[in-house]
């Protein structure tokens, strides 16, 4: 537990979700249209944050299926500009639950930033009889502002987690995200912040000018995975196509089908960097000097912006 900091605003960024969404029945938990809400309207559905000092702004309005490279540059630069303000303690995301993890870890490789950042969403619209919207961005805010909070977090259902850890691990319950191992970092149970871990030494952010590459040339990188009867011909189609990286998310300890491996080390012969990762929910891929290069311990989308950085930053 954590005096809140002196710098005391919140800056509350919306991008859409069902956090902001709303449904003709409040028995609808799945028939709703996601991202119809403003951030400042969210906040109407909290009273306890009318005694807080918040700053909202609505930086995009979209369902996170459909993120995109144009949305997550404006999310950092505006993340980057709020945090310069010495009376900013922190800021808040609303999102979408969907791709939550992809934008959580793309902020943190690019700003590592000291204050926090927390993103947060809903896994039911506003409409719903239980809706988790209203309670989930409490408890962001209160995350936001701890003393004791830094680097970009994820709130969700009462639990912490880093961007490094955290997954979408359940496509319907409430509580539909976790750490890998466990490795969560707090609860906040009545608005207080209970620690549990450190988030662990995080190397220094890649920079926001790596983002001011024209859109149009931006890295593509895209997801392959190993399966029973996986041949060369996804590879193959993508090399037709014209394709800068590749992650395999492969099986077990980033193992792949001898057909797949060829096609890989092909592909990396003509210059698209390939990564190795694995589909499994938790677990390293080792690296090993004759196998193509490990992703560590990212999942298939989180080493997909990794190596889309790096490509940025090549
Ligand atoms: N629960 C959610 O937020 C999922 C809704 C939507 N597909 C989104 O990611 O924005």
Redesign the pocket.
């Known amino acids: 537990m954590s005096a809140p900091n002196s710098a005391d605003l919140v800056v509350i960024l919306g991008t ?4 902001a ?1 709303t449904a003709e029945e409040a028995t609808d938990n799945v028939g709703y249209r ?2 119809q809400l403003g951030v400042a309207q969210l906040l109407q559905a909290i009273p306890p944050l009318g005694a807080r000092r918040l700053e909202t702004e609505q930086v995009a309005q979209l ?3 459909d993120m995109d490279f144009a949305t997550w540059r404006q999310l950092a630069g505006r993340v980057a500009a709020h945090l310069a303000r010495p009376e900013v303690a922190g800021i808040v995301i609303t999102h ?4 939550l993890e992809e934008t959580a870890y793309f902020l943190q490789r690019v700003l590592a930033p000291t204050k926090p950042v927390v993103l947060t ?3 039911r619209p506003a409409t719903a009889l239980q809706t988790d919207g209203p309670q989930n961005l409490l408890d962001a805010v209160n995350v936001a502002s701890d003393a004791a909070a830094s680097g970009v977090l994820v709130v969700f259902a009462g639990v912490v987690h880093s961007a490094e850890q955290v997954r979408k691990v359940h496509s319907y319950r409430v509580d539909a995200f976790a750490s890998v191992d466990g490795a969560r970092l707090a609860v906040v149970e009545e608005g207080m912040i209970r620690w549990l871990a450190a988030p662990g030494s995080r190397p220094a952010g890649m920079g926001l000018t790596l983002l001011d590459r024209p859109l149009g040339q931006w890295p593509r990188v895209h997801i392959v995975m190993n399966y029973v009867g996986a041949d060369a011909a996804v590879v193959d189609a993508l090399l037709s196509q014209g394709v800068d990286g590749l992650v395999l998310a492969g099986t077990g300890n980033g193992s792949l089908s001898q057909g797949l491996e060829s096609a890989l080390r092909a592909a990396q012969s003509q210059g698209v960097a390939v990564l190795r990762s694995t589909r499994c929910d938790a677990g390293p891929v080792t690296e090993s000097a004759e196998a193509l290069p490990s992703a560590g311990a990212l999942s298939p989308v989180k080493a997909r912006v990794e190596l889309l950085l790096k490509l940025l930053a090549a």
């Open positions: 859409g979700g069902t956090i969404g996601a991202a369902d996170s299926k979408g639950t969907d791709t969403a809903a896994m």
